[in-house]
């Protein structure tokens, strides 16, 4: 008889505990996932990925306790330009048919200031794992009323993740999420 009041009390105490973090899905309708990149040392090549999906864990109550979890159709790559998507498709660039998915896994979240949150994670490209921190903007909007968003940017050397082919392209990589999110 103990033993059941001491299980009964412990899960009235930590039940609630799980609902502290509230799971969402990323709106396709109402995200994008950006890129630019500098060519020629001269013009910025811009694009988007258009396939993709994930969630995102939202604890109000300490938001270093949420975490995200965002694959990315590679293939899905689109700069407005088909043969030059189809290059980036190759194994010359992304390689998809070999590694269809990017991923970003969320490790941590650090409080920033009252204008920003820094989220890190895992970010894997073509097979390779790297820490990137992302960063949001404006982190107010992920606690503000019904519908949650969020702004993030990041940078990453796209040689570090084994994208090394294109000698007039720029190392840097800089990447923009603009996303809505919707409760489960």
Do not use: C, H
């Amino acid at each position: 008889m103990k033993r059941i009041f001491i299980v009964i009390i412990t899960l009235i105490v930590l039940v609630p505990l799980n609902v502290l973090a509230e799971t969402y899905t990323i709106d396709p309708a109402n995200t994008t996932i950006q890129f630019k990149v500098r060519n020629m040392l001269v013009m910025n090549v811009r694009g988007t990925f258009d396939k993709f999906k994930g969630t995102v864990d939202i604890d109000e109550t300490d938001i270093t306790k949420s975490k995200a979890d965002i694959s990315i159709d590679a293939a899905s790559i689109n700069t407005g330009i088909d043969m030059r998507d189809k290059d980036l498709r190759s194994p010359n660039f992304f390689d998809v048919a070999k590694f269809p998915a990017m991923t970003f896994v969320t490790t941590k979240v650090e409080a920033g200031t009252a204008d920003n949150l820094k989220v890190i994670g895992n970010l894997t490209i073509k097979g390779v794992t790297k820490e990137v921190t992302l960063t949001i903007v404006d982190p107010k909007r992920l606690l503000d009323g019904p519908k949650r968003g969020a702004i993030a940017t990041a940078t990453i050397n796209r040689q570090d993740f084994g994208i090394s082919k294109g000698a007039v392209i720029s190392d840097t990589v800089f990447i923009t999420v603009t996303t809505e999110l919707v409760k489960q």
